[in-house]
Every structure is written in C-alpha cells, then in structure tokens.
C-alpha cells in the first residue's frame, strides 16, 4: 500500500470518499462495540469455575491446621504465600497476602507510607512538603488516579522498547527529595506489552535516589499472562535491590484477579523483612484478618506453581488469536501508509496503537460516534492528557473475535480518514463523516 502522503490531491479526494462510503456502511450497521477495559472474557472466567466448588462445606481447613472460617491469618495461608513467592521470586515470608485486589493494596500501602512513612524515611511523606510520583507513559490509568488522588504531582516518563526512559528517571530522583516514587508495570506493560530488560531493572535497583524513603511499585499484573512457549524473561528485581545495597527500595504486588474469577481473586505485597514488619503492624490495625476461604479455594483449585501456569496455557489459548486478529486487520488497512504504528506484545492485556500526533481524540470520536467504544483518548497518561494526542488503547479480550474484526476494521477507516482529512486541510466534524 502507499504512503499516503505520496497520493497527491486526486488521490486523496479519491481515497476520502471511499472511507466515507465504508464508514457510513459501519453506521448503518447500528454497532455497539465495547473495547474500552482489559476485562477477561466469558470463556476466561469459565476456565475457572469449578473452583466455585471449592473448600465445599466440609473441609475447610488449611495445611497448618487453620480453620479458614475463621478470624485470623494476617499473612494468608501457607499454600498462597508459597504461590505468590514463587510467582515474584521471593520466600513466603516476605509475602502478604490479602483480599481481591492488588489496585487496593497499593493504594494502602501509599496512604500507610503518606500517614506515616516507610522504613528509613523521615516520617510521614506527607509532612515533607509537595510530593511527587514517576509515571512512565503510557501506562496504567488507575495508578496514577491512586497518586493524583493522594496529592502527588504526576511526573510523565516516556516508555521506551525495554522499559521506562531511565535517563529521565536518574534525572528526577538524583536531587529531587520530593520524588517518592515510581509506578512500574514491569512484564507486559499495560497497555505497550514492553517487558523491562535487565539493564532497566539493575538501573532502578542501583540508581541514586535523593529521597531515603523512594519506593518502586512493582505491580507484576501479568506476570504469568503470556501467549508463547517463550514468554520474556524478568529479573529478579529484589535480588537486584539486596545486590545494589537497596533491599527495602521496592514493594510488589501481584494478583490471580485475570487468572481465575476477576471479581474474586486473591492478591499479594512482597517486600523485604523490614517492609513487611512495618505493614504488618498497620494492618494488625485495620483487619482481623482476609478472606482465607477464598485463598483455600485458589490454593485447592491450583495447587501450585505449576498448576497455575498451566491453567494460564488455556487462557493463552483463548487470548492469542484475539490478539492476532487485531494485528492481522491492522497490517491488512494499515500497512505501508505511514500513518500508525502498533505493538504486537508477547502477553498481557492490551495493543498500544500510535496515530499522527493531534489525531487520536478524533480517531476516538469517529468510532464512537458509530458504536465503537474505545478507552479515552489521554487515559494512559498523567492527567488524562496525552502531550501528543496520538495514543489509543486497544484491549482485546473482553470482546468475541467476530466483534474485534468489525471493530478493528472501523478503527482502521477512522484513522485512515483522520489522515487524509488533515492532509487535505479540512478540519474535523466529529458528527458527521460527510
């Protein structure tokens, strides 16, 4: 196909017509396409539901002798502090685990960290004056609603092949005290697929930091979400930091809420000794104790390390040719025009889909304005507000393949129609493609 800016004003009047003619078909068709949440499929949570079953009404009890009925067991159940550890690479008794949600273990960790400080800092972070937070971009949206919340100036960082821009994170925290922190979705970034190479990873570990009570937040949400028999590889990025002399610099969080039931996972932070000790003496405060039926439940239906990854080989199954199909529409409208640019991750949730700069609000519009729903144009960055306006988010897995092949198809013309629409001068109409 040709580059676009190469068809001159007959063929761009041309072509425009033509995108106009197919757009209006889509139109005709009275679409309500949702591609806007990285939500598991009805098929993906069906993989999952004879762990309903489970611990049934007559054992209920974990190895060590815990009746999961019960109140107690601040740190989980032996057998999910075991997944969890070896999932993040650390031993048990690093591992807390807790409700459904990994989003809101990292919201309590910030405002415990925010109300009181952290191990090796100066006390409270937030009598320490303004507060800022790293966010490499593009990203996960409900991160940095957590730090925009609580009050932190939200620092952009761009996203690079192997991880966020280190030169620009060096920068921010070398003198800046201010600087708390840094948000980090490390394998299969939402929503760009980057894993962090090992060089990224030693560089967060090692790096000098103004701030004695910096925190990396390592949310490893797809941890195990891969398509392929080689899925990326990770370091190790607390052995990283006990190697750098930093042991206490990073928390992790992980969750099975995209492995099992997404309403009804279980979730972890591991962290050093001294980190765990120290969120342990708030939580003692805040809970009696988590849900341990729901963890018996995971820890039964999985058994393992093992049995987890292979119940993740079934939702790759189910996940992989989505993902393909997006790719395959793309190349098919797309390829050679020189007007976007896409990802083809190896895991994870997400496509990252680049348009001309100033485009994708309007990319967003067309489609929704026929029924295609798309996350809003800026949401994967601080604010809300994409600097170039060039970023949409595709999540694939929620929708059947026949939906993805329509949506994909009238993303396409949108952004085909942007293009030629800007490159014959004419402005946008978001309410009428004529």
């Not at 409900?142 to 730090?147: D, K, N, V």
Request: contains cysteine; aromatic residues 8%.
């Amino acid at each position: 196909m040709s580059d676009l800016k190469t068809l001159g004003q007959t063929g761009l009047e041309a072509l425009e017509q033509t995108l106009v003619t197919r757009y209006e078909g889509f139109r005709e068709q009275e679409l309500a396409l949702d591609m806007t949440r990285g939500k598991p499929s009805v098929r993906q949570l069906n993989l999952s539901n004879a762990m309903l079953e489970y611990p049934g009404v007559t054992d209920y009890t974990a190895d060590d002798g815990t009746d999961c009925r019960n109140y107690g067991g601040l740190t989980g159940i032996p057998k999910m502090k075991k997944l969890f550890a070896d999932l993040l690479e650390v031993t048990p008794e690093q591992v807390v685990v807790g409700g459904n949600s990994s989003l809101t273990m990292m919201h309590d960790a910030l405002v415990r960290a925010c109300l009181f400080g952290v191990p090796g800092g100066e006390g409270p972070w937030v009598h320490q004056g303004p507060l800022k937070f790293l966010c490499p971009s593009p990203g996960y949206d409900r991160h940095f609603a957590i730090t925009e919340h609580l009050g932190f100036e939200l620092i952009a960082i761009d996203m690079t092949d192997s991880g966020p821009d280190m030169q620009q994170v060096t920068a921010a925290v070398s003198e800046d005290p201010s600087v708390k922190g840094i948000w980090c979705v490390p394998k299969y970034s939402n929503p760009t697929g980057v894993t962090y190479s090992e060089e990224v990873v030693q560089a967060l570990a090692g790096m000098q930091i103004a701030a004695p009570d910096f925190r990396i937040i390592w949310d490893n949400a797809y941890a195990e979400h891969y398509f392929s028999d080689k899925p990326d590889e990770l370091a190790n990025i607390y052995a990283a930091c006990v190697e750098a002399g930093n042991e206490d610099r990073v928390l992790m969080f992980a969750s099975t809420s995209k492995m099992s039931l997404a309403g009804s996972g279980v979730a972890a932070l591991a962290a050093s000794p001294t980190n765990i000790e120290d969120a342990l003496k708030h939580l003692a405060v805040q809970t009696i104790g988590p849900d341990k039926l729901n963890q018996l439940r995971h820890a039964r239906f999985f058994g393992g390390i093992g049995g987890l990854r292979a119940h993740m080989r079934q939702h790759a199954e189910l996940i992989k040719p989505k993902f393909d199909l997006v790719h395959d529409v793309l190349y098919e409208e797309l390829d050679g025009k020189d007007i976007a640019t896409w990802t083809k991750p190896n895991g994870g949730y997400f496509v990252s889909l680049d348009v001309w700069d100033g485009c994708a609000k309007q990319v967003i519009q067309l489609a929704a304005d026929i029924g295609v729903n798309l996350t809003n144009a800026g949401a994967p960055f601080p604010y809300g507000k994409d600097p170039h306006d060039h970023n949409i988010r595709i999540a694939p897995t929620f929708p059947r393949r026949e939906e993805i092949k329509l949506s994909m198809e009238v993303i396409a013309v949108c952004i085909q129609l942007v293009a030629v629409r800007q490159l014959l001068g004419k402005s946008h109409n978001s309410q009428d493609a004529d």
